[in-house]
């Protein structure tokens, strides 16, 4: 399983870290990154499922 997150895409909004911490965290410039351990597969897709400007990507 890969994720990514699309910097130039990703508003800040912090939803992906509120769903997933396990996952995702804000960096120092307000975006998200991801640091995906393989347990948290589901937890990752429901984050980019509710992403509200589609920024994750799951493969």
Known sequence: MKVY???????????????????????????????VPETEASCAQDAADSCPVQAIKVE
Do not use: S, W, Y
């Open 5 to 35: 997150v699309d910097k130039d895409t990703c508003i800040g909004c912090g939803v992906c870290e509120g769903l997933c911490p396990e996952v995702f965290k804000m960096n120092d410039e307000g975006k998200a990154e991801v640091i």
